[in-house]
């Protein structure tokens, strides 16, 4: 069911406000499911994977320890080719310049860091309050 103008204008506001707020977060979602080069690794990596499964079994069959050993490392050196292959890039966001200083203790900008301090001090108070209404 596709969405009404009204929805559309709201959802791209939405998108906007996001990417102004919090442009990582914003590029994060943007970012490619599968990498382009990703197929010859996702091969590669399930090869991988049913090589170290064979000599694994074979390891036991044969009660030959160290096959079983090197078959279980290239099973899991496969499984970390085959998920690697899947992990979203993670383009790098524009270096903006603003007017605004930079914390010194934090390297982290003055506006953002009052807005953490601000966020974090009303979840430490909602948790006091959950507590106390629970008698914790």
Do not use: C
Not at 10 to 34: C, I, W
Not at 54 to 83: H, K, P, T
Not at 111 to 119: D, P, T, V
């Amino acid at each position: 069911m596709p969405l009404s103008e009204h929805e559309q204008r709201l959802l791209e506001q939405m998108e906007r406000a996001l990417s102004e707020e919090d442009p990582k977060f914003a590029s994060t979602l943007r970012g490619s499911a599968v990498r382009p080069s990703s197929g010859r690794w996702l091969i590669l990596g399930a090869l991988g994977f049913v090589a170290g499964l064979s000599l694994l079994f074979a390891g036991v069959v044969f009660s030959m320890w160290i096959v079983g050993v090197g078959g279980f490392i290239l099973m899991l050196g496969g499984a970390f080719v085959v998920v690697s292959a899947f992990r979203p890039r993670r383009p790098t966001p524009p270096q903006t310049v603003t007017g605004a200083a930079s914390s010194p203790s934090t390297g982290r900008k003055d506006k953002s860091g009052k807005k953490n301090r601000k966020f974090m001090s009303r979840v430490e108070e909602r948790w006091r309050r959950r507590r106390d209404e629970r008698g914790y």
